[in-house]
């Protein structure tokens, strides 16, 4: 739903995660309206704010991007790409499928190595600035990396006009206004600031002044947000595969009128469904108006409380009982249901007694397990667990 896209993407629970005060007031309530000017002859892109960005990237502005740390616990690489996504869906209000999600580099100065930086991005502001820039094949970074990472208790702070980027020590970030940065710095413990650019507000005490960097460093370069389902694909198909192409098309373009005759009833249906929808809507006094999914949405969410996501404690809690088994137990596949509060998790074991063992850890974990039947084969056993949180 692009009316959904086109709306307000505002943060939940980022408050539990990093300056409780400062990360909600310093993102905007739009994060899909883009502002940025053409490319010059592939150069590098120079945004609004004036921050140049590295040759052939983009700055995407930070207003637009939750810019946080999570902690996870220790698994694969590939584990952790899927983890990611339910663990940043309880702090935002749009659904997954809207949102983009990227995994960037374990945080700076973690001795633990457990909490990683990440980016949350609608689509809706990914479609836009790459189709503000068709032409640069490049990376695209929140513009808040053009800052250096401060040392432990400072704030890098970069100013230009109205617009004022805040860098943290763990290397996440936010935007914030002139009128804004005072509450917001109190809130964070009152740490040192090092600034760049224009001057801040009397009330906030620099404790030093430097210059942008020429770039970010190799960290940050290789956090783009460019990936998955946005990476820069292939210059196009060969001119012999093209001419194919349109001889398929062509000759399928008749398959496709008759089903547009088909989408158009089915369109007549559906207003035909809405109409019936909002009036019964209204007939129990609910808002009907804009988009109908919207107005459904409302009127569920009406009648029943806020939930709360139990994927990081379950995920913990699991990996944390399966620990005496590293190197015997792997964890294959994970999936997480918000709508059961349940962790499914694939194991793969030399044998059926090392899975005895794993689902034997979980009830002395206080979770609940919903085993799946075993199968041998090739040397290995194999079983999918449910998990839950026994209830009090």
Same mark, same amino acid.
């Given at each position: 739903?692009?009316?959904?896209?086109?709306?307000?993407?505002?943060?939940?629970?980022?408050?539990?995660?990093?300056?409780?005060?400062?990360?909600?007031?310093?993102?905007?309530?739009?994060?899909?309206?883009?502002?940025?000017?053409?490319?010059?002859?592939?150069?590098?892109?120079?945004?609004?704010?004036?921050?140049?960005?590295?040759?052939?990237?983009?700055?995407?502005?930070?207003?637009?991007?939750?810019?946080?740390?999570?902690?996870?616990?220790?698994?694969?690489?590939?584990?952790?790409?899927?983890?990611?996504?339910?663990?940043?869906?309880?702090?935002?209000?749009?659904?997954?499928?809207?949102?983009?999600?990227?995994?960037?580099?374990?945080?700076?100065?973690?001795?633990?190595?457990?909490?990683?930086?990440?980016?949350?991005?609608?689509?809706?502001?990914?479609?836009?600035?790459?189709?503000?820039?068709?032409?640069?094949?490049?990376?695209?970074?929140?513009?808040?990396?053009?800052?250096?990472?401060?040392?432990?208790?400072?704030?890098?702070?970069?100013?230009?006009?109205?617009?004022?980027?805040?860098?943290?020590?763990?290397?996440?970030?936010?935007?914030?206004?002139?009128?804004?940065?005072?509450?917001?710095?109190?809130?964070?413990?009152?740490?040192?600031?090092?600034?760049?650019?224009?001057?801040?507000?009397?009330?906030?005490?620099?404790?030093?002044?430097?210059?942008?960097?020429?770039?970010?460093?190799?960290?940050?370069?290789?956090?783009?947000?460019?990936?998955?389902?946005?990476?820069?694909?292939?210059?196009?198909?060969?001119?012999?595969?093209?001419?194919?192409?349109?001889?398929?098309?062509?000759?399928?373009?008749?398959?496709?009128?008759?089903?547009?005759?088909?989408?158009?009833?089915?369109?007549?249906?559906?207003?035909?469904?809405?109409?019936?929808?909002?009036?019964?809507?209204?007939?129990?006094?609910?808002?009907?108006?804009?988009?109908?999914?919207?107005?459904?949405?409302?009127?569920?969410? /009406?009648?029943?409380? +806020?939930?709360?996501?139990?994927? !990081?404690?379950? #995920?913990?809690? =699991?990996? $944390? @009982?399966?620990?005496?088994?590293?190197?015997?137990?792997?964890?294959?596949?994970?999936?997480?249901?918000?709508?059961?509060? /349940?962790?499914?998790? +694939?194991?793969?074991?030399?044998? !059926?007694?090392? #899975?005895?063992? =794993?689902? $034997? @850890?979980?009830?002395?974990?206080?979770?609940?397990?919903?085993?799946?039947?075993?199968?041998?084969?090739?040397?290995?056993?194999?079983?999918?667990?449910?998990?839950?949180?026994?209830?009090?």
């Amino acid at each position: 739903m692009r009316d959904r896209d086109n709306g307000a993407f505002k943060m939940r629970s980022a408050l539990r995660i990093l300056m409780p005060t400062a990360r909600a007031a310093a993102q905007k309530d739009d994060l899909n309206d883009i502002e940025t000017g053409p490319i010059n002859g592939g150069s590098p892109a120079v945004a609004e704010t004036g921050l140049q960005a590295p040759d052939r990237a983009v700055y995407l502005e930070t207003e637009k991007v939750l810019l946080i740390n999570l902690s996870l616990p220790k698994m694969t690489a590939a584990l952790r790409r899927t983890a990611v996504a339910f663990a940043v869906e309880d702090l935002i209000a749009q659904p997954l499928d809207q949102v983009h999600v990227v995994l960037g580099p374990q945080s700076r100065g973690d001795v633990t190595a457990s909490s990683w930086l990440v980016a949350v991005v609608s689509n809706a502001a990914m479609e836009d600035i790459i189709a503000a820039y068709p032409d640069t094949d490049g990376a695209i970074f929140p513009d808040v990396m053009a800052l250096l990472v401060p040392d432990a208790l400072h704030w890098s702070v970069f100013r230009q006009g109205p617009r004022i980027l805040v860098r943290l020590p763990d290397a996440s970030g936010f935007a914030t206004t002139p009128e804004l940065l005072s509450t917001l710095w109190v809130a964070g413990g009152s740490p040192q600031i090092v600034s760049s650019g224009d001057d801040l507000p009397p009330a906030i005490r620099v404790a030093a002044r430097s210059v942008l960097p020429l770039a970010p460093d190799a960290v940050d370069m290789a956090f783009n947000l460019r990936t998955g389902r946005f990476a820069r694909r292939g210059s196009g198909l060969p001119k012999g595969a093209r001419a194919v192409c349109i001889i398929l098309a062509v000759a399928v373009l008749g398959h496709l009128m008759l089903l547009g005759l088909d989408v158009f009833a089915l369109d007549r249906i559906a207003a035909t469904r809405a109409a019936s929808l909002r009036s019964a809507l209204e007939e129990k006094g609910q808002d009907s108006t804009g988009d109908i999914d919207d107005a459904l949405t409302r009127a569920l969410a /009406s009648g029943q409380p +806020a939930t709360s996501s139990d994927f !990081l404690p379950l #995920l913990t809690q =699991a990996f $944390a @009982a399966l620990a005496a088994q590293t190197g015997q137990v792997q964890v294959k596949d994970l999936r997480f249901s918000l709508v059961q509060n /349940s962790l499914t998790l +694939a194991l793969e074991a030399p044998d !059926l007694a090392a #899975l005895q063992t =794993a689902e $034997a @850890a979980f009830v002395e974990a206080n979770l609940e397990v919903d085993s799946g039947a075993a199968t041998t084969g090739n040397g290995a056993a194999e079983a999918v667990m449910t998990l839950r949180k026994v209830a009090p």
